[in-house]
């Protein structure tokens, strides 16, 4: 969700309308959400072996829809426990959340998914976000984390791609976060590489972000770069935030394909938006997840469990 909200340029530009080339799906992250808003002790991983069977039936819920793409966030800081935030304070998650994550994994891969993404949410003191000067202790334990998780899906046999950290790119003036941008990307790409990987998510206004990765990623960026678009209701801010980066990012040489790696649940404005925009920007779009949030919501941060509502994309061809 939003934080408070390599080609050459220059080619020969095809007619043709750039697809999404795998479709598209959900960000799944609660399975219940309760009428006062509470969501917080129902996490599909944290939570995963209180509700197996209630999990598994929602997942084929969202295949039914026409959903072939997870994007299941992983929150984790130095504390307790919450139900959908786990204790990293060990150096790691527990072998009961990696276990519950293997589990779920399986059953995502069982009721036909396509593939995963699995997007990184360190909370609180973890969030370098929130850090005055570089942690290197709580970066190790966020680094962590990654590797973790990152064997667990592996491990699962699916096709995947991981987002570091959640709209994690840099704007002006955050300066720790662009040295542990940095950090992790020269470290992540000496250990595993850089083809699983879309680096660090951006979130609106993404132009203003942009001029800052070759800072974050230098010689080497992603193969894939991910954005999530929220606009205003009727201003068509979708296809202006879209076709915004695609200009920022076409001014550094960087044609990579994207992910829209969050948008507005089952919403034909959205999705009218971003097709316009793969359009007149030319940039293909590999996939889209919508995030579980209406454009007019009842509740902060997330509205709907399961996300099985999918018409709009679908009918905008994601």
Not at 82 to 94: F, I, K, P
Request: proline share 6%.
């Amino acid at each position: 969700m939003l934080a408070s909200m390599t080609c050459l340029a220059g080619a020969t530009r095809p007619a043709a309308v750039p697809r999404a080339e795998v479709g598209g799906g959900s960000n799944y992250f609660t399975y219940r959400v309760d009428a006062d808003c509470t969501r917080e002790p129902y996490g599909v991983v944290n939570s995963y072996d209180r509700a197996p069977d209630v999990i598994r039936d929602q997942l084929a819920q969202l295949v039914r829809a026409g959903q072939k793409r997870l994007r299941i966030p992983v929150f984790h800081h130095r504390g307790a426990d919450s139900g959908t935030v786990m204790d990293s304070a060990d150096g790691g998650l527990s072998r009961g959340n990696l276990r519950n994550l293997r589990e779920l994994l399986s059953d995502v891969k069982r009721a036909g998914f396509q593939g995963v993404e699995v997007a990184f949410f360190p909370k609180d003191a973890n969030d370098p976000a929130e850090w005055k000067t570089f942690d290197r202790a709580l970066y190790a334990e966020n680094r962590a984390v990654i590797r973790q998780v990152r064997a667990e899906v592996v491990r699962s046999g699916l096709p995947y791609v991981l987002d570091l950290l959640n709209e994690g790119a840099p704007a002006d003036g955050q300066d720790v976060l662009l040295r542990y941008d940095r950090t992790l990307w020269q470290d992540y790409r000496r250990e595993f590489g850089t083809s699983d990987t879309v680096g660090f998510s951006m979130t609106v206004w993404i132009a203003g972000r942009v001029p800052h990765l070759p800072s974050v990623y230098g010689q080497e960026p992603p193969k894939v770069l991910e954005v999530h678009l929220y606009g205003q209701e009727g201003n068509g801010d979708e296809y202006r935030q879209f076709m915004d980066a695609d200009a920022a990012l076409d001014a550094l040489g960087y044609r990579q394909p994207l992910i829209v790696g969050e948008a507005y649940y089952d919403d034909a404005e959205a999705a009218d938006g971003i097709r316009r925009a793969m359009r007149d920007g030319d940039r293909p779009v590999r996939h889209l997840t919508q995030w579980p949030w209406p454009r007019q919501a009842r509740c902060p941060a997330a509205d709907v469990a399961p996300p099985a509502a999918w018409s709009a994309y679908r009918t905008a061809g994601f």
